[in-house]
C-alpha cells in the first residue's frame, strides 16, 4: 500500500537525478556570459547547485535570447505572471499523454514513513537565491518560525499545514534536510502540497522556504522600530506589516525587484507599470538535459490591458507571443482566422473546468429550500437544460456537455457520472415536477405549494459567464414551467451570496476536478451549494457562520468520506475514501454541471518552440504554467 | 438668407391666385405648406410615423419574438429577398434557404444559400401565437413561412434570434419609455436653467451649486447599489423606466447649464424689456419672448440626447441594470455587439445602431423642418 | 467683476465639503467593501483564500470603524498634512498613483479638446450658413452615426478598420520596443504615430456633438434682423458672420467650457479603456469598483475641485465674452 507513495516519490527522485554527471560542462545565456565575462557574474557552474534539477524539453534543444511578450490586466492579475515562473518542492506534471505525475522541484528528493505522519525533504545541494546567497535550512526554519507561526504575520496560517487540528511540527535535520511531522497520518500530503502551495503561500511565500537573509530586516524581532518605521514610510504603507504579504511591497515577489527568488524570472519592472518585465534569474537551479541553464527565454514581458477586446486586438496584431489567460472560447473562430496576420497559432488546449450551477440547498426559503434538497427536482432543473445548444453558441461546437464530476485524467474519473442528467428531455422534466405536485397552470408556469408561481433567481457573474448561457438555462425551464430571472452581479456580490447562502441558484466554476483529493473544499460546499453546511464542517462546529446540517442530511456523509481520505494512513486508503466522496457527490448531484472540457484558445506565435499542442487547462496544474515557460524558446 | 429659402420664396410668390390664399391663410396653414416645402423633413415625417406603427404592432409586424432561440442557426447572415429563380422564372418575393456548417479551422458557422431550396415569403400568416400589448391572443403575422423553416432577412445572432424580430420589439421599448428620459431632463433644464439665467443673483446661486453638486457626485457606486438595492422580482420595464428617470435627473446639468448662460445674455435686449414693461407675466416671457430665441439650439441638442439616452443604458448592463427578459432594448441589443468577433465576422448585429442612426436623423430633419416653418421670418 | 469672483470662491469650500462627504457616502453605497471586494478578486484569480482573510482585511485597513470616523480620519490627513491615504488596492499612496497618470491624461484630454474645437466650429459655422446644402447634410449624418453606436463599440469599430483594411498598429501609446524606453526623440516620433488613433476617436465623437450645437447656435443668430441690416450695409457675408453671429454663438459653447476642466483630469474613461490607454480615467473606474475607497475619494474630490472651478472660469468667460451680461 505505502509502497505506491514511495514509488512515486521514488521515480520523481529518479526524474530529478537522471542527471548530469559532472563532466559535463554547462551552458548559460549569452546575457549572463557577458556579465561572467565583465566579472559581474561568477561562472555557470558555481551558480548551477551541485546535481541541478533537470526540466524536460517538450521538443529539442533550444536556444538562448528573446522576449517573452505577453498582456496583464493590472495589480489584481498577480497571478497572470505568478503561474509562468512559480516554484515550489514538489508539483504536478502532466506529460504529453495527459498523464500527471508528482515531480519534484526544489528537492532532492523527499519520503514519507510508514504511517505518513512524518515528511523528509531534502533541498537541492548548492543552490542559491537570485542574490547568489545560498538557499539552506536555515531559509526553512525562518519561514516555519518567523512567518508561518507568527500569529501577527498569519493570524489564518493554510489550514493544509494543519491535522488533526495542530500546524506541523518542523524538525531540521541538517542543511539541506528537513523534516515535516503531522499530528494524524496525511497520506495525501504530497498531493496538497504540490497543488495548495501555490498563491498562499505560494511563490510569494514559496513552500518552506523563505529567503531569511533578506526578510529578517523586516520584522520587528530583527530590527530596531526606528529603522522600521522609516522603511514603513519610505514605502508608503501603514505598518510594518503592510510590507509583508500578497501587496506588500517587500514581500509580494512581483512588486519588489530586491526581493531573492528562486523561479526562473524575477521582476524587473514591477506593476502597476504600463509594461512589467521580467528577467532571467542567473542562478536559476534547473537545466535542460544537455546541461544548458534555463529558461532558454531572457525576458518577459506583460503589456497592461483594461478590456478583452483591447487584447484581443493585442493578439491578432501579432503582439502577444504567448497568452492563454483572459482568452475566451467565444472568440476562438476570431482569433483563428487572424493567425497568419498576426503570426501566431492558436493551440486548443482542453479546459479541466466545468461550466456549472450551484443549488442552495441551505436556502432560507422554506419552499425552495425543501425542493432544492429534493433530488427530483435537481434532475428536473438538470434535463431542462439543452446542453447541445450551449455548446453550439457559447463554446463554437468546442465543449462537451458534462455534469460537474472528476475530469478525465483524474484518478476519479467516472464516465457514467460525468454523463448523468445531461441530455436534454423537457419531458422527464416536466414529469419530475408534477411528480412533486408542482401544478402547471395557464400561463405555462408552475405553482409551488405556497401558492405562488415558481420561480428561480439564476445569479450569474460578468464578466466571468456568457449571458448566453443564463439565457438558455431560462428558456429550458421555462418549458418545464419554472420561471428563471436571470441576475447578473459582479464577483464581490457573487462571493457574499454564496457565503450567506441568499441565493437561489448560482452560475459557477467548478474547478479543481482533476485532482479533487489536493483541495476538495468546492466539492464539499464552499462558497458553492453548502457554505454554511462547509464552515460547520470545516470548524468542527465551531464557527460561528457554520450552520450544521440536520441529521439525516446526506452532505454528513460526504463530510465523513472526506475526514477519512484526509487522515489515511497510505495513498490506497485515501482513494477509496476519495472515491466514497465522488460516490456521494453522484448520487445526489448539488452542482449541476453544464459543459465543460472547452477548449481554451492558447495564442501562441509561430516563433516559439517547445509548445506543447493539447494539454490541460487546469487549477492544479497552473494553467499557462502546465506549458513549462523555462524550456520556451525563440527559434533561430 | 440661403439659397434654398430664396428660391422657395419665389416658388410661393408666383401667380397671384396663390398670393390671395397666402394672406387668408390661418398661421397654422401657412407653417404647414411651409413645412410641406420641406422634402427631408416631410420624409423624417413620414418615417417616423412608420417607426411608430411598427412597434406598436410588435407582435404583428416581427415575424417571431424576441427570444426564440435556434441553435441550429447561429450567427446566420442577412437573407437576400429574391422574385426569380435560378431558371429565371418569377416565383415572388422568397429567400433561399441556408446550409449550414461549420468551418473544420476555425470553428465559424458557415451559410452557404442552397438555390434549390426556395423558401417564399408569404405575408398575413398564422405562426407562433402572441398577445398582443399583453392583451389580447393572437398568431397572425405580417409575414412569415408557412413551413418548418424560418426567415430571418436581418440574420440572426449568437443564440440564432432574430434580429428583423428583436429590433423591431426593442424599438417598442427604446422608443418609447427611453425617450420618456429625454423628455424629463429636458423639461427639467430648460426651466432650471431659464429660472437661473432669467432672476440671477441668490436663485442663479442656488441652481449653479446645486448643478455642481450633482455633477460632482459620482455615478457608477450609485447605480451599484442601486443595482443591488432593485429587487429581481420588479417588472423589468419598472426597472428600466426607473433607470431612464435616474439618467434624466442626472443630464439635465448642460441644458441647463446652457440655456441659463444664454438668458444672462438676452435678458436686458429691447425685445425682453418691451415685453416686461408691457406688464406681461414672467412665465410668459421666458417661454414666449426668450426660449424661442433658441429652437434651434434646444432641437440639436434634443436630438442629441435621443442616442445618449437610448444608449446610457447599454453603460448600464454590465453593472446588472439592464433589461432582462421578457424585454429587450436597442441599448441592450447593442450591449451584446460590443466585441470584435461582431464586428469582424457578424456585422449584421449592429443593425440596432444603424436603427437608432435613421430615428435619430428623423428627428433632427422633422425638429429642423418645423422650426422653418414656425419661424416667421424664414418664410 | 472681482467681488463676484471672490463671492464664488468663498462658496467653493462648503460646496467641497459638501461633495466630500456626499461622495465618500455614495462610494459606500454598493454592498460591500474593499475587504470582501478584494477577497472576490483573489478567488477569481484562483487563490485558495484562507478562512478569516475578509476580517483581517477589513481590521486592517479599518473598515470596520464606522463610517464617520473613517471619513474624519481620512479628510483630516487632508487638510493638515495634505496626504491623500494609501490606496487599498495598490498598497501605495494615491498621490504616486495619480500624478503618475495625470501628465498623459491631461496632454491627451487637452489635445483631443483643442482638435474637436478646431473640426467643429468652423464647420459648424459653415453649416449653418450653408443650411441645407450637400456638405451640411454630410456632416449632420455623418455626426450621427457617430452618435448612433455607444462610444466603446465606435471606438473598437474604428480600431478594426484601421487595423483590418489599413494594416495600422492600434491600441496603446507606444510600440512594445518603446514602452519602457526612456524619453528620446525617437520615443516623441513612435508616441505621435501612435497618438493620432486614440485623438481622432476622442475627438470624432466629441466634434459629432459640438458641430451640431454650434450650427444651431449660428442658426438662432442669423436668423436675426442685424444680421441682415448687417449685409444690406455692404459687408461681405464671411465678414459678418465671423465678427457677430459666431461671437453670440459660442455662448452656450462657453458656459459649459469649464466643465472640461475636470473632463481633462479625468480623461475619456470608455474610450481610453478600449484604446488601452494607460490615463487616469480606467484608474478612477477601477477604483470605484474594486470599492478602494481612498483612491476614488481622492479623485473625486479633485473632480469636485476642479468641476467649481471649472464653473468658475466658465462665468468669468461668458461676461469677457458678452459685456451684456451681469451675474446680478
Redesign the interface.
Given at each position: 500500500m505505502q509502497n505506491k507513495l514511495m514509488k512515486v516519490a521514488f521515480l520523481s527522485t529518479l526524474l530529478s537525478m537522471t542527471s548530469l554527471s559532472m563532466a559535463f560542462a554547462f551552458n548559460e545565456s549569452p546575457m549572463l556570459k557577458a556579465l561572467v565575462d565583465a566579472g559581474k557574474l561568477p561562472p555557470v557552474d558555481q551558480r548551477l547547485p551541485k546535481k541541478p534539477a533537470v526540466i524536460p524539453v517538450y521538443g529539442e534543444i533550444g536556444t538562448y535570447g528573446g522576449t517573452l511578450r505577453r498582456a496583464y490586466s493590472g495589480i489584481g492579475d498577480r497571478m497572470g505572471s505568478t503561474k509562468l515562473v512559480e516554484e515550489r518542492a514538489i508539483k504536478l506534471q502532466q506529460s504529453l499523454d495527459g498523464k500527471v505525475d508528482l515531480v519534484n522541484r526544489f528537492v532532492e528528493s523527499w519520503s514519507a514513513n510508514a504511517d505518513s505522519t512524518e515528511f523528509t525533504f531534502s533541498l537541492l545541494d548548492g543552490m542559491k537565491w537570485s542574490d547568489g546567497q545560498p538557499v539552506t535550512t536555515d531559509d526553512v526554519k525562518f519561514w516555519y518560525e518567523d512567518i508561518f507561526l507568527n500569529s501577527e504575520l498569519s493570524p489564518a496560517p493554510p489550514g493544509f499545514l494543519f491535522s488533526g487540528g495542530k500546524p506541523f511540527k518542523l524538525d531540521v535535520v541538517d542543511k539541506r534536510t528537513f523534516k515535516v511531522k503531522f499530528e494524524q497520518p496525511y497520506a495525501l500530503f504530497p498531493y496538497v502540497l504540490a497543488v495548495q502551495s501555490t498563491g498562499w503561500p505560494g511563490l510569494d511565500k514559496p513552500s518552506f522556504i523563505q529567503p531569511a537573509h533578506y526578510l529578517k530586516k523586516f520584522l520587528p524581532k530583527y530590527t530596531k522600530p526606528e529603522e522600521l518605521d522609516a522603511i514603513v514610510k519610505a514605502k508608503g504603507v501603514a505598518n510594518w506589516r503592510g510590507l509583508w504579504d500578497l501587496k506588500g511591497p517587500i514581500q509580494a515577489w512581483w512588486l519588489n525587484p530586491d526581493l531573492p527568488v528562486v523561479t526562473a524570472y524575477k521582476v524587473v519592472t514591477p506593476p502597476p507599470a504600463s509594461t512589467i518585465v521580467f528577467e532571467r534569474n542567473p542562478y536559476y537551479w534547473a537545466t535542460d538535459k544537455a546541461g544548458n541553464q534555463l529558461p532558454y527565454i531572457d525576458r518577459i514581458e506583460g503589456k497592461l490591458f483594461q478590456d478583452h477586446q483591447a487584447l484581443n486586438l493585442m493578439v491578432v496584431q501579432g503582439q502577444i507571443d504567448f497568452q492563454s489567460r483572459f482568452l475566451e472560447a467565444r472568440d476562438y473562430p476570431l482569433l483563428k482566422e487572424n493567425e497568419k496576420a498576426g503570426n501566431y497559432t492558436v493551440h486548443p488546449w482542453k479546459s479541466g473546468e466545468n461550466l456549472a450551477m450551484f443549488v442552495n440547498i441551505e436556502s432560507k426559503d422554506p419552499v425552495k429550500a425543501k425542493l432544492f434538497n429534493d433530488v427530483r427536482f435537481r434532475e428536473a432543473l438538470s434535463v431542462a437544460i439543452d446542453r447541445e445548444a450551449i455548446n453550439e453558441t457559447v463554446f463554437s461546437g468546442l465543449a462537451t456537455p458534462r455534469s460537474a464530476s472528476p475530469a478525465k485524467g483524474s484518478p476519479y474519473y467516472d464516465a457514467d457520472f460525468e454523463k448523468k442528467w445531461t441530455g436534454f428531455d423537457i419531458n422527464r422534466a416536466n414529469a419530475l415536477l408534477d411528480q412533486l405536485g408542482l401544478k402547471k397552470g395557464a400561463d405555462g408556469f408552475r405553482t409551488g405549494p405556497d401558492g405562488k408561481r415558481l420561480s428561480l433567481v439564476l445569479e450569474t457573474v460578468e464578466p466571468n459567464f456568457p449571458p448566453e448561457m443564463a439565457e438558455l438555462v431560462r428558456q429550458g425551464w421555462q418549458q418545464a414551467g419554472i420561471e428563471g430571472l436571470v441576475r447578473t452581479v459582479d464577483e464581490n456580490a457573487n462571493l457574499s451570496h454564496l457565503k450567506n447562502s441568499e441565493f437561489d441558484v448560482s452560475m459557477g466554476y467548478a474547478d479543481r476536478l482533476l485532482m479533487p483529493q489536493a483541495d476538495p473544499t468546492l466539492l464539499l460546499g464552499r462558497e458553492s451549494y453548502a457554505n454554511g453546511y462547509f464552515e460547520w464542517f470545516n470548524s468542527d462546529g465551531k464557527s460561528p457562520s457554520g450552520v450544521e446540517p440536520p441529521a439525516d442530511h446526506p452532505i454528513r456523509k460526504l463530510f465523513a468520506a472526506w475526514k477519512g481520505a484526509s487522515s489515511a494512513k497510505t495513498i490506497d486508503e485515501a482513494n477509496k475514501k476519495m472515491n466514497e466522496l465522488i460516490g456521494v457527490m453522484k448520487d445526489n448531484v448539488w452542482m449541476i454541471g453544464l459543459v465543460g472540457e472547452s477548449v481554451t484558445p492558447f495564442v501562441v506565435s509561430n516563433k516559439i518552440g517547445n509548445f506543447p499542442d493539447v494539454m490541460t487547462n487546469e487549477e492544479a496544474l497552473r494553467n499557462e504554467g502546465n506549458a513549462i515557460p523555462a524550456q520556451l524558446y525563440f527559434k533561430k | 438668407m440661403t439659397e434654398t429659402t430664396l428660391n422657395d420664396m419665389q416658388d410661393v410668390e408666383t401667380g397671384t391666385g396663390r398670393e390671395e390664399r397666402v394672406y387668408q391663410a390661418t398661421p397654422a396653414q401657412l407653417m404647414w405648406w411651409r413645412f410641406k416645402r420641406h422634402k427631408v423633413a416631410m420624409l423624417s415625417g413620414i418615417i417616423l410615423i412608420a417607426a411608430y406603427l411598427i412597434v406598436a404592432l410588435a407582435e404583428f409586424v416581427a415575424p417571431y419574438d424576441a427570444f426564440e432561440a435556434n441553435s441550429r442557426s447561429t450567427l446566420q447572415p442577412p437573407q437576400a429577398i429574391h422574385f426569380f429563380d435560378e431558371q429565371g422564372s418569377f416565383r415572388g418575393p422568397f429567400v433561399y434557404g441556408f446550409k449550414r456548417g461549420r468551418d473544420p479551422v476555425t470553428m465559424r458557422p458557415i451559410y452557404v444559400a442552397d438555390t434549390t431550396k426556395v423558401i417564399p415569403i408569404n405575408f398575413f400568416v398564422r405562426g407562433q401565437a402572441y398577445k398582443f400589448w399583453g392583451l389580447f391572443e393572437g398568431n397572425l403575422h405580417l409575414y412569415g413561412t408557412t413551413g418548418p423553416d424560418r426567415i430571418n432577412l436581418l440574420g440572426t445572432d449568437t443564440l440564432g434570434r432574430d434580429m428583423v424580430s428583436r429590433l423591431i420589439h426593442g424599438g417598442r421599448i427604446s422608443l418609447s419609455v427611453g425617450l420618456i428620459g429625454v423628455a424629463v431632463s429636458f423639461v427639467l433644464g430648460i426651466t432650471l436653467g431659464s429660472i437661473s439665467g432669467y432672476f440671477g443673483g441668490i436663485t442663479d446661486n442656488i441652481v449653479q451649486r446645486g448643478m455642481e453638486f450633482l455633477r460632482s457626485i459620482p455615478t457608477i457606486p450609485l447605480w451599484m447599489g442601486l443595482a443591488a438595492a432593485l429587487p429581481i422580482t420588479w417588472d423589468p420595464l419598472f426597472v428600466y423606466f426607473l433607470v431612464t428617470l435616474l439618467l434624466s435627473l442626472i443630464g439635465w446639468t448642460y441644458v441647463a447649464r446652457t440655456v441659463r448662460g444664454r438668458f444672462l445674455s438676452i435678458k436686458n435686449e429691447d425685445f425682453v424689456l418691451a415685453a416686461r414693461f408691457c406688464g406681461t407675466s414672467e412665465a410668459k416671457i421666458i417661454t414666449r419672448h426668450m426660449l424661442p430665441s433658441m429652437t434651434s439650439y434646444i432641437i440639436a441638442a434634443l436630438t442629441l440626447a435621443v442616442p445618449d439616452m437610448i444608449l446610457g443604458e447599454t453603460a448600464l448592463s454590465f453593472l446588472g441594470l439592464g433589461l432582462r427578459p421578457p424585454v429587450v432594448s436597442w441599448g441592450v441589443l447593442l450591449q451584446d455587439a460590443q466585441n470584435l468577433r461582431t464586428i469582424a465576422q457578424a456585422p449584421w448585429l449592429l443593425a440596432p445602431g444603424a436603427a437608432i442612426v435613421i430615428i435619430v436623423l428623423a428627428f433632427n430633419f422633422l425638429g429642423d423642418g418645423l422650426r422653418d416653418a414656425a419661424d416667421p421670418y424664414s418664410k | 467683476m472681482i467681488s463676484y469672483i471672490l463671492n464664488r470662491i468663498a462658496?467653493a469650500v462648503p460646496?467641497l465639503f459638501?461633495?466630500s462627504v456626499?461622495?465618500f457616502a455614495?462610494?459606500?453605497?454598493?454592498?460591500?467593501d474593499f475587504a470582501?471586494?478584494m477577497?472576490?478578486?483573489?478567488?477569481?484569480?484562483?487563490?485558495?483564500?484562507?478562512?478569516?482573510?475578509e476580517e483581517?482585511i477589513r481590521h486592517?485597513?479599518g473598515l470596520d470603524r464606522p463610517i464617520y470616523e473613517q471619513y474624519v480620519s481620512w479628510m483630516g490627513k487632508i487638510v493638515l498634512h495634505g496626504d491623500f491615504g494609501?490606496s487599498l488596492?495598490?498598497?501605495?499612496?494615491v498621490s504616486?498613483?495619480i500624478w503618475d497618470r495625470l501628465f498623459l491624461t491631461v496632454s491627451i484630454s487637452l489635445a483631443s479638446l483643442i482638435l474637436t474645437w478646431v473640426i467643429a466650429i468652423p464647420i459648424g459655422v459653415y453649416a449653418a450658413?450653408?443650411?441645407?446644402?450637400f456638405l451640411d447634410?454630410f456632416f449632420?449624418?455623418f455626426g450621427?452615426?457617430g452618435?448612433?453606436?455607444?462610444e466603446?463599440?465606435s471606438a473598437?469599430?474604428l480600431?478594426?478598420f484601421a487595423?483590418?483594411w489599413f494594416g495600422m498598429?492600434?491600441?496603446?501609446l507606444f510600440s512594445?520596443e518603446m514602452?519602457?524606453a526612456p524619453w528620446s526623440l525617437a520615443k516623441v516620433i513612435d508616441l505621435a504615430n501612435h497618438l493620432w488613433i486614440p485623438l481622432l476617436v476622442l475627438a470624432s465623437s466629441g466634434a459629432a456633438?459640438l458641430i451640431?450645437?454650434v450650427?444651431?447656435?449660428m442658426?438662432?443668430e442669423?436668423?436675426k434682423?442685424y444680421?441682415?441690416t448687417a449685409l444690406s450695409q455692404g459687408l461681405t457675408e464671411w465678414s459678418v458672420i465671423w465678427r457677430y453671429p459666431v461671437r453670440?454663438a459660442l455662448?452656450?459653447f462657453?458656459?459649459?467650457i469649464g466643465?472640461a476642466l475636470?473632463a481633462l483630469i479625468s480623461g475619456d474613461v470608455?474610450t481610453?479603456?478600449?484604446?488601452?490607454l494607460?490615463t487616469t480615467g480606467?484608474l478612477l473606474?477601477?477604483a470605484?469598483?474594486?470599492?478602494d475607497m481612498y483612491l476614488?475619494g481622492a479623485f473625486?474630490l479633485i473632480?469636485?475641485a476642479f468641476?467649481?472651478i471649472g464653473?468658475i472660469v466658465?462665468d468669468i468667460l461668458?461676461a469677457i465674452s458678452?459685456p451684456?451680461?451681469?451675474?446680478?
Open positions: - | - | 462658496w460646496m459638501l461633495v456626499a461622495s455614495v462610494i459606500q453605497l454598493p454592498p460591500g470582501s471586494a477577497v472576490a478578486e483573489m478567488r477569481t484569480q484562483g487563490d485558495v483564500v484562507p478562512e478569516g482573510t483581517r486592517e485597513y494609501t488596492g495598490f498598497n501605495q499612496p504616486n498613483l450658413a450653408r443650411q441645407y446644402s447634410y449632420t449624418i450621427f452615426i452618435r448612433g453606436f455607444p466603446f463599440l473598437l469599430i480600431m478594426w487595423y483590418s498598429n492600434v491600441g496603446g512594445p514602452q519602457n456633438g451640431r450645437i450650427r444651431a447656435n442658426l438662432d442669423l436668423n434682423p444680421v441682415e453670440v455662448n452656450p462657453i458656459s459649459t466643465w475636470p470608455i481610453s479603456v478600449v484604446l488601452n494607460p480606467p473606474l477601477k470605484l469598483q474594486s470599492q476614488s473625486i473632480l469636485g468641476t467649481i464653473t466658465s461668458l458678452d451684456r451680461i451681469r451675474y446680478r
